[in-house]
């Protein structure tokens, strides 16, 4: 049973740049949620999907966008890069009727120069 | 703010004693969570306390959850050099149970 999948691993962007990070989720989960994870810190919550719609948001500005397609995988996108953007970006999918807790994949670690 | 704060910031123990994390938070809760993370690297699910519970154990863990106090703590018996990693706690507010708000985490070094 596949876990929470991520792609790419790493990534070098230059500032004013456009990046897609891709996240599979784990099978059987439905919602997936992306966090930011700067040097350091805990997780910031980005935002979740399910049912390919937007569902909550957190303090993050419209550069920030996502996807959710009918198979449940997910596209982080991030537009007019910023150096601060420079993070692990993590992908965690879960089940909505079923709460235990996130199942997180490995991340994405983009740095932006 | 919901944050969840973790206390100590840093703890460094000899393999074999018990390891205690503390978090304390300001808002209702649904539930409390708790990860461990690995080198910067994706976090690992622990354990999952609901706002009704008190107390639960898995292996090693056991965490309580005192909500007239805001506060959570984890606590790892005989400690391992293979815990060595990052804990956070986590928190689900009422609204949006799902949407985690996460501390900044207690680095737990243990030394063999």
């Known amino acids: 049973d596949a876990g929470v999948t991520q792609s790419p691993t790493h990534l070098i962007k230059t500032r004013g740049q456009q990046v897609t990070l891709r996240c599979s989720p784990k099978?059987?989960?439905?919602?997936v949620s992306w966090y930011q994870q700067a040097l350091g810190q805990g997780p910031q919550f980005i935002f979740q999907?399910?049912?390919?719609?937007?569902?909550q948001r957190g303090n993050f500005p419209d550069r920030f966008s996502g996807h959710q397609f009918p198979n449940y995988s997910s596209e982080l996108n991030v537009n007019a890069l910023l150096l601060g953007d420079s993070a692990l970006y993590l992908c965690?999918?879960?089940?909505?009727?079923?709460?235990?807790?996130?199942?997180f994949g490995s991340g994405t670690r983009l740095t932006v120069v | 703010s919901q944050q969840g704060e973790e206390d100590p910031q840093a703890l460094s123990i000899q393999e074999g004693e018990n390891a205690t994390m503390n978090c304390s938070y300001k808002?209702?809760?649904?539930?409390l969570q708790w990860y461990r993370q690995n080198s910067g690297r994706g976090l690992v699910h622990l354990i999952l306390i609901r706002s009704n519970e008190r107390e639960k154990h898995s292996g090693r863990l056991r965490v309580t959850l005192d909500t007239s106090k805001k506060s959570s703590s984890l606590l790892i018996t005989a400690s391992r050099a293979a815990d060595t990693a990052s804990y956070f706690c986590?928190?689900?507010?009422?609204?949006?149970?799902?949407?985690?708000?996460f501390g900044q985490g207690t680095r737990l070094t243990i030394n063999p």
């Open positions: 099978s059987g989960h439905d919602t």
């Open positions: 986590a928190i689900s507010g009422i609204q949006g149970a799902q949407k985690l708000v």
């Open positions: 999907y399910y049912e390919e719609e937007e569902r």
């Open positions: 965690a999918s879960s089940l909505r009727t079923n709460f235990y807790g996130y199942t």
């Open positions: 808002t209702s809760i649904n539930n």
